[in-house]
Nanobody, 123 residues
Framework: QVQLVESGGGLVQAGGSLRLSCAASGRTFSSYTMGWFRQAPGKEREFVSTISRTSITYYADSVKGRFTISRDNAKNTVYLQMNSLKPEDTAVYYC?????????????????WGQGTQVTVSS
């Protein structure tokens, strides 16, 4: 079992930055593909970014060039640096872990999920 705890959300003005963190329990963190998803009110959960155990990354077009995903296997933590935030980035952001070698954008490929952290971007 893996437990994921997100932190770093909050309220920020458009154009600002936030860094989300996701701390994972367990000794096999380095073997997981990790991902970030988000869900805005009234919308379906959508893919944001993913990083493989070898730090191969992939981003949704909507965040490419603004968000950066990274991981620190020594700290069992994955990060999402969010810059140039827009009001449309407002959502609950979820961290997820997948027991697989390759990156994936599909939510149903992820085995473990955090409880989410709210990000609100004001205009």
């Amino acid at each position: 079992q893996v437990q994921l705890v997100e932190s770093g959300g909050g309220l920020v003005q458009a154009g600002g930055s936030l860094r989300l963190s996701c701390a994972a329990s367990g000794r096999t963190f380095s073997s997981y593909t990790m991902g970030w998803f988000r869900q805005a009110p009234g919308k379906e959960r959508e893919f944001v970014s993913t990083i493989s155990r070898t730090s191969i990354t992939y981003y949704a077009d909507s965040v490419k060039g603004r968000f950066t995903i990274s991981r620190d296997n020594a700290k069992n933590t994955v990060y999402l640096q969010m810059n140039s935030l827009k009001p449309e980035d407002t959502a609950v952001y979820y961290c997820a872990a997948a027991v697989r070698l390759t990156i994936t954008t599909m939510a149903n490929s992820y085995n473990y999920w955090g409880q989410g952290t709210q990000v609100t971007v004001s205009s």
